[in-house]
Nanobody, 127 residues
Framework: EVQLVESGGGSVQAGGSLRLSCAAS????????IGWFRQAPGKEREAVSC????????YYTDSVKGRFTISSDNAKNTVYLQMNSLKPEDTAVYYC????????????????????WGQGTQVTVSS
């Protein structure tokens, strides 16, 4: 059974940093894609970033480029999202997700491409 468990959320002031973790189990962690999404109250789920092991590609939505970094530790079956220079508009519940198949530059941002989801972790950024 595939399981994804997020951790690392919390409350910080604007300009601060957090590192989210997504611990994965139930699938081979040397051939995967993991995406990070977020959802703020009253808004649709939004793609934030994705990492693909097939070609070591990483993807980011424009609003987080230069501030967020996605990485992975295959030995720990864990994907990280380092979030720096946080802004109040980054406040949301953050989810990691994995597809059964593959995603690429044209599909990574579509939640419909992902089959497994974690329970989410809250990130709150105060001004």
């Amino acid at each position: 059974e595939v399981q994804l468990v997020e951790s690392g959320g919390g409350s910080v002031q604007a300009g601060g940093s957090l590192r989210l973790s997504c611990a994965a189990s139930g699938f081979t962690f040397d051939d995967y894609a993991i995406g990070w999404f977020r959802q703020a109250p009253g808004k649709e789920r939004e793609a934030v970033s994705c990492i693909s092991s097939s070609d070591s590609s990483t993807y980011y939505t424009d609003s987080v480029k230069g501030r967020f970094t996605i990485s992975s530790d295959n030995a720990k079956n864990t994907v990280y999202l380092q979030m720096n220079s946080l802004k109040p508009e980054d406040t949301a519940v953050y989810y990691c997700a994995a597809p059964v198949g593959w995603v690429d530059g044209s599909s990574w941002y579509d939640p419909e491409e992902y089959d497994y989801w974690g329970q989410g972790t809250q990130v709150t950024v105060s001004s």
